[in-house]
């Protein structure tokens, strides 16, 4: 019976210590659980708010679509992107890195880098947790470059603009005072004549409406001038090649200026060489024959000679203008192509200052150069160099010349 009794206090003793391990189990089972559900949570957590970051960079990235954020650490490593290196967005370079350092000083930077050929905008500022040291900063870098090209297009419009006003403000100016004097003599040649006595009438009449008619051509002279140049300025001016007669063309253009020569003023014209057609654009050409020609007839004095000379050569119309004129000054050649501009000792002639400054366009425009000497009071040259090209008219025109030659040998 004591034995039975040891036997059954063993039994019961056994299972009062498992009953305790399982309690234990038990216990350690549910705090295993509430550990795993606080991790859960905390992942859960941190995963709300990865997302809710995420969501916010997308956001970000959506409205400002140029625009790259970064966190960086002192050794510039990325922290958005977990160590990954910048994003190719970023020009990121030695001056670059020199500038962002300072934001570890506590100091924001704002600055403007360019970084192959696009332009960008960085902002930094410090990230500190209250009074430490600044161990991360945080970047944003935004390509502006759209936007740039637009403001220097804006500015350059603005800048047309302003030089098209004064452009227009001192034509206005200048014409008031170079359309005086011409209007001036045809008013009083136009009183003259109706003053003159009948056995004078003819010859005071040819004297009379000389005067007109070079007064006139001044004045279509200085309107055309500033046609041209306003054409320039709004790239209007095409260039259209024909078949020309070089010489035959210089010929007659200079027969119309017959008109504004002085008393005494001589044009001597030669061309040479048996070439005598190109291609080339006649109106622009005939713009830079009269120019120059005219020029050279003003500067010049009564009875003075101009000396004129044509040539086409292998690939090229070469043309020269010699006057014995006024010539101009040494200091001031350099500006002779200017717009408006006059030479000192030109100031008292009537002119706009816009000649040689059209001129030179069109010759650029026709792929030529125009070169010259000039020697106070002793003359001035010109020469311009225009490409020649043969168009099949002109090749034909010169089988058929060829061929008459050899008909007559």
């Not at 962002?100 to 960008?120: A, N």
Request: net charge neutral.
């Amino acid at each position: 019976m004591r034995q039975n009794v040891i036997k059954r206090n063993t039994a019961e003793s056994r299972a009062n210590k498992q009953g305790l391990e399982l309690i234990h189990a038990l216990s350690e089972i549910e705090r295993l659980r509430r550990e795993l559900q606080t991790e859960i949570d905390e992942r859960r957590t941190l995963e709300k708010k990865l997302a809710n970051r995420k969501r916010l960079q997308e956001l970000v990235l959506r409205n400002f679509p140029e625009t790259r954020i970064f966190v960086f650490d002192q050794d510039f490593k990325n922290l958005l992107s977990e160590g990954a290196p910048p994003d190719p967005f970023l020009p990121f370079n030695d001056d670059l890195v020199m500038k962002l350092r300072k934001t570890f000083e506590g100091e924001g930077v704002h600055c403007e880098v360019s970084f192959s050929g696009r332009f960008y905008h960085v902002t930094t500022v410090p990230l500190a947790s209250g009074g430490n040291p600044v161990k991360i900063i945080l970047c944003v870098v935004r390509d502006f470059t759209e936007r740039k090209a637009m403001e220097e297009g804006l500015v350059n419009a603005l800048k047309k603009e302003r030089e098209l006003g004064e452009l227009k403000s001192r034509f206005v100016t200048m014409a008031s005072h170079e359309f005086r004097t011409p209007l001036t003599m045809i008013l009083s040649s136009t009183f003259l004549i109706e003053k003159t006595s009948p056995e004078n009438y003819e010859t005071e009449k040819m004297v009379h409406t000389n005067r007109i008619k070079r007064a006139v051509n001044n004045l279509t002279l200085i309107l055309n001038e500033f046609l041209s140049l306003e054409k320039l300025e709004q790239n209007k001016v095409e260039v259209v090649n024909s078949d020309v007669n070089i010489p035959e063309f210089i010929q007659d253009t200079l027969s119309e200026m017959d008109i504004i020569k002085r008393e005494g003023q001589v044009i001597k014209y030669n061309h040479s060489g048996d070439q005598w057609m190109s291609r080339i654009d006649h109106h622009l050409f005939w713009s830079i024959v009269t120019n120059l020609v005219s020029n050279s007839l003003k500067y010049s004095k009564s009875g003075d000679t101009i000396e004129i000379t044509s040539e086409i050569g292998p690939g090229s119309i070469v043309f020269i203008v010699k006057d014995q004129g006024i010539g101009i000054p040494d200091d001031e050649q350099q500006f002779i192509f200017g717009r408006f501009f006059r030479a000192r000792n030109a100031i008292n002639i009537e002119g706009t200052g816009l000649g040689l400054h059209i001129i030179q366009k069109y010759i650029h425009l026709l792929k030529g150069t125009i070169t010259f000497e000039s020697q106070l009071d002793v003359g001035t040259t010109f020469t311009v160099i225009l490409p020649a090209t043969i168009g099949e008219s002109i090749r034909a025109a010169e089988s058929s010349k060829s061929l008459q030659n050899k008909r007559k040998s």
